[in-house]
């Protein structure tokens, strides 16, 4: 059933990143992250030493390519979030460095980082805590715009709703007023709004329920298709990444352990973390046949 | 069976028929309201001793407040109705004043919720958290003896150096560890019927896995009577042996977990087997939907609670449906998938 790892890690060797020695990177290379180590302090325990320090990132490499699409898988503490923050450009990595369509983002001042405040837009989990309960829904998906500077913000407004499958009147409304599943599409109209070339989704469906997951789940992949977007899509669950994303990045401990086409990864895990992950993950079909499985041996047809 | 009911009050479900003595736990007619909206309507079932149930449902679909209802937690303003039966207790439990219901809670019946951080006081050792719910109940006779029993807990939810976790605070647990902790104390007074409420919502996999089996082990240890509360449609097939699927706060079908999963008969079932199985996509590679969205808390039309979502809708189920086939396998709809018998 496992290859034997000579084998597997040959197939996984053609999608690793460029050597992290190099420092030029390919014409179709978007975010390029370098040797990224980011440390935090926690708070200190004692009057006299100061507090203790976590390695969120010890040494991340990591290229994605324009039209990709990458999951980001991880159990918590893992540093995906970390790693999504510093591309994203929200914090900045102790050492190291991030390439952003070729620019430095690691050292830019705010000012100089417009570009990619309109080139990489995010939506986040929890999609109540991310909407501001006290603006209208037009303000907030224009917001982006108006910092932009756009000429015609209401116009796009329209537009947007429309792509993410809201009614024109859902505008004048607060984000109260909407459920789990519609509050994520306001969020997703709102990081479209600057019309960005790469889209990164922390968690964006685990807190939605099953039906309405499905639904934003095939209206990201239409918006990924029509918008020509970049998705870095971080999950802890595998099997949405497997459906959406084409390229799969394992993080354990702030290190990437494995990296590959989603289907090899999944189908020959190379890293014995990778295989725990996936042996853990409770998938209905593999259930399914446990109770088939028990009830033949029961002696119970049907 | 199925005989057609003119009016949603004689529709109510012939699940009512109990099934059988030895059951732990017998809900029958389970009804909430606030005011004159309707939460939960018609809501049957019995568990028998060591039998895995899985209540699953959207949220607004009215499961937690069952959960909650079988222990006297509703919140105020919120009003039960039909009866709850708990072996061992001669009264409805929806009645029982209090008093009564403390006495109860924690050791008859107990509940693991879905927030370890929140359940867990953060100001108290969790060994004298544990050893608390066993001098209330006087389940043990010393503040000693409690003690040594929470230790001996602790070690059978898997906590490695159960003596030094005892002494421990909750915010010096990891998610995964304070989870266990809710578990020793839902059982530690061997309650009968234990109920979780998306216990593993907020941990990772591989926690997770290792959370579902300590809970099967444990309830099979002790034929402790278990109601597992999801979403995870993957879960609940993982955990419980039956499972009843609940939406606009009624149950719409009920039976094995393997013949619901497999061989849904309600629309509403079928619809959620298909949007949870990632791998089946069509053409486009887009995965299948339930059409629209789950209404709020009392604006589910009246007749079927689901046809204002349903493909297979009819004048016929503005008239809620009755129940058909029988209390451990069964639906309620007008228009079954799979045949029209």
């Known amino acids: ?302 | 069976m199925s005989t057609a009911a003119d009016t949603p009050l004689e529709a109510s479900t012939p699940q009512a028929t109990t099934r059988g003595v030895s059951d732990v736990l017998t809900v029958t007619d389970l009804g909430i309201s606030v005011g004159p909206v309707p939460l939960v309507q018609d809501v049957s079932f019995g568990i028998g001793a060591g039998e895995r149930v899985g209540l699953i449902g959207e949220s607004g679909s009215g499961k937690s407040l069952t959960a909650l209802s079988l222990l006297g937690l509703l919140p105020e303003g919120l009003r039960a109705t039909g009866s709850v039966h708990l072996a061992g207790v001669a009264d409805n439990l929806l009645g029982l004043r209090e008093r009564r219901l403390a006495e109860i809670r924690g050791s008859l019946i107990s509940m693991v919720f879905q927030e370890p951080m929140t359940a867990l006081n953060p100001v108290m050792r969790v060994g004298d958290q544990v050893a608390e719910v066993m001098l209330l109940h006087r389940t043990q006779p010393s503040r000693a003896r409690a003690a040594a029993a929470a230790v001996e807990l602790l070690e059978r939810v898997r906590l490695p150096d159960p003596a030094s976790i005892a002494r421990a605070y909750p915010h010096q647990l990891s998610g995964g560890q304070r989870q266990r902790v809710m578990l020793a104390i839902a059982l530690a007074n061997d309650p009968a019927l234990l109920i979780c409420d998306e216990p593993t919502t907020a941990l990772d996999v591989t926690v997770q896995a290792q959370m579902l089996d300590l809970i099967v082990e444990l309830t099979a240890e002790r034929g402790t009577a278990l109601l597992f509360i999801t979403h995870d449609l993957a879960v609940v097939a993982s955990v419980c042996q039956r499972v009843l699927v609940m939406y606009g706060g009624r149950v719409v079908e009920a039976g094995d977990v393997y013949d619901v999963f497999t061989a849904p008969r309600h629309p509403y079932t079928q619809g959620l087997v298909a949007a949870s199985d990632l791998s089946l996509v069509d053409d486009r590679g887009r995965l299948r939907t339930i059409p629209g969205v789950v209404p709020g808390a009392g604006e589910f039309p009246d007749g079927c609670v689901f046809r204002t979502r349903c493909p297979r809708a009819t004048a016929e189920c503005e008239r809620t449906p009755a129940w058909s086939g029988s209390p451990a396998r069964g639906f309620a709809c007008w228009h079954p998938v799979g045949g029209d018998q």
């Open chain 1, 1 to 302: 059933m496992t290859e034997p790892p000579k084998n597997a890690a040959a197939q996984v060797a053609p999608a690793s990143p460029v050597e992290p020695a190099a420092t030029g990177e390919a014409a179709d290379v978007v975010i390029a992250a370098r040797g990224v180590v980011r440390r935090f302090r926690r708070p200190r325990r004692s009057l006299l030493r100061p507090g203790p320090v976590v390695e969120a990132l010890r040494g991340v490499d990591l290229d994605i390519r324009y039209g990709e699409r990458l999951g980001i898988v991880g159990e918590s503490g893992s540093g995906k979030s970390t790693l999504i923050r510093l591309l994203a450009g929200l914090d900045r990595p102790t050492a190291g460095s991030i390439r952003f369509a070729g620019r430095e983002i690691t050292r830019a001042s705010e000012r100089s980082l417009k570009f990619l405040r309109r080139d990489l837009q995010m939506v986040f989990q929890d999609p109540m805590g991310s909407l501001d309960p006290r603006m209208k829904v037009r303000d907030i998906i224009s917001e982006p715009l108006v910092a932009l500077g756009h000429p015609d913000a209401r116009g796009r407004v329209a537009e947007l709703l429309d792509a993410v499958g809201l009614p024109a009147a859902a505008a004048d409304r607060y984000p109260h007023q909407f459920s789990g599943g519609q509050r994520q599409r306001i969020s997703i109209a709102r990081a479209l709004a600057p019309r960005p070339k790469v889209l990164v989704a922390d968690e964006p469906v685990s807190a939605l329920d099953v039906s309405v997951r499905a639904q934003i789940l095939n209206l990201l992949m239409d918006l990924v298709e029509d918008f020509s977007l970049t998705l870095v899509f971080v999950s802890h669950d595998l099997s949405v990444v497997r459906h959406l994303c084409d390229t799969v990045v394992v993080m354990h401990d702030g290190e990437i352990v494995e990296r590959g086409p989603t289907a090899d990864v999944y189908d020959h895990p190379t890293h014995p973390y990778t295989r725990t992950l996936l042996a853990a993950a409770p998938t209905l079909k593999q259930a399914l046949a446990a109770h088939r499985a028990r009830a033949v041996a029961e002696g119970r047809q049907g």
